[in-house]
């Protein structure tokens, strides 16, 4: 809670307590109390001490006050018939701000303590003075302070609950931040990593095919280079699992964006991936920034899909740019039973979901699961900019 409690606020709390001790000695020395001036000093200085101190030793403050209090009623035990033992004002409203310190600092339960061994000594100290000061009338007193400390207490309590609160919700704020960014982290590694990986294990095992005289040694090292390449990306699964610790994150802007959607075709086709394009590619001034790099990622997450599920299958890619923004449809027919964790249900994978979060995180929206014979990721996305004619649009490449 110290770590919590303002600078000003500390301030105050000095400044009060200097106050406190200086009008406690000063009243102390006044009719009708009358206690020596050295006595008064050294009990108002070591009350009011008391205050800040229990700010770093609540346990040493609390101590402290009750001696205090308790020295400063047995020096005007004869000559104060009222208000005896505790309801001298300056004193009691020193220990009062002592009690409010101390359940904002440690909590209530060492407050409750201190209250309760002072409450004990009050009624001590009231039957030792039955001889000069009626008996009743002296546990009345300790009975309002305790009820004033009481009040004071329950309010000092339920402050110390708020900023308690206060904290835990900046505390989950910090965290969130922290998930967010690891949610972008593992989303950006696996956007280009997986897809990297992928293309170089397709390559290495397509090798030996494509290119004549490959001798036995070679073919064998392309054979090891899949291993590794598949190897590494299935690690890089374990580690966002640990990175990706929520979903439903959306993360900054990355490059590349739109126009990097014709390197992507001819990189996919390098490897063997037959991928066919219908539609114009949009330019750069055609759709936000933004939505060119969740257009690009939708497309390079949906291209290595496929090729990871249906190797020896066509991709069809469908571009449509319209005054509802642009149309993205990726599909390849099913080569076997489509995968658990590409089901239109299931959210499985950081892949799917990736692509819904970067969707979603501009506006758009996107489906993915198999139909019929074929698996389908179908995104719509918002252009956020004004569509240029159809006659001023992009390179159309097939």
Request: no cysteine.
């Amino acid at each position: 809670m110290l770590k919590t409690w303002p600078g000003r606020g500390r301030l105050a709390l000095y400044v009060a307590a200097t106050v406190l001790g200086i009008v406690e000695a000063a009243v102390l020395t006044t009719d009708p109390y009358e206690v020596a001036g050295g006595v008064a000093l050294l009990i108002g200085v070591t009350h009011a001490a008391s205050i800040p101190l229990a700010l770093r030793r609540p346990v040493e403050a609390a101590g402290l006050s009750l001696v205090a209090v308790t020295v400063a009623a047995l020096a005007i035990a004869r000559v104060s018939e009222n208000g005896w033992p505790w309801m001298v004002p300056p004193p009691t409203l020193t220990q009062l701000l002592v009690l409010v310190v101390l359940t904002l600092v440690a909590g209530w339960r060492l407050a409750a303590i201190t209250l309760g061994i002072q409450v004990a000594a009050g009624v001590v100290l009231a039957m030792v003075g039955w001889a000069w000061n009626d008996i009743g009338d002296s546990l009345v007193e300790v009975a309002n302070f305790a009820s004033l400390a009481l009040l004071f207490g329950a309010l000092a309590a339920v402050a110390r609950r708020l900023a308690e609160s206060r904290s835990a919700l900046r505390e989950e704020h910090e965290r969130r931040s922290v998930v967010e960014e690891k949610a972008r982290i593992a989303r950006e590694l696996h956007d280009v990593i997986a897809h990297n990986m992928s293309l170089i294990t397709v390559q290495a095992r397509s090798a030996p095919h494509r290119v004549d005289d490959v001798s036995p040694a070679a073919e064998a090292e392309f054979d090891e280079i899949a291993d590794l390449a598949a190897s590494a990306l299935r690690q890089m699964r374990g580690v966002l699992d640990v990175l990706r610790t929520e979903e439903g994150q959306s993360g900054r802007v990355p490059v590349p964006g739109i126009d990097g959607l014709a390197d992507l075709f001819e990189s996919a086709r390098g490897t063997g991936q037959r991928v066919e394009v219908r539609g114009d590619l949009p330019e750069l001034t055609d759709v936000a920034p933004e939505v060119g790099t969740a257009a690009y990622r939708i497309v390079q997450e949906a291209l290595s899909n496929a090729r990871r599920h249906a190797p020896s299958e066509p991709v069809g890619v469908d571009l449509t740019m319209g005054e509802e923004g642009l149309g993205i449809r990726v599909a390849n027919p099913l080569d076997g039973a489509a995968p658990a964790s590409s089901t239109e249900t299931s959210g499985g994978g950081h892949g799917l979901i990736g692509m819904r979060e970067r969707a979603s995180a501009v506006g758009g929206s996107i489906t993915a699961g198999a139909r019929d014979d074929e698996f389908v990721v179908d995104a719509r996305l918002p252009a956020q900019t004004a569509v240029r004619t159809p006659a001023k649009r992009g390179r159309k490449t097939s």
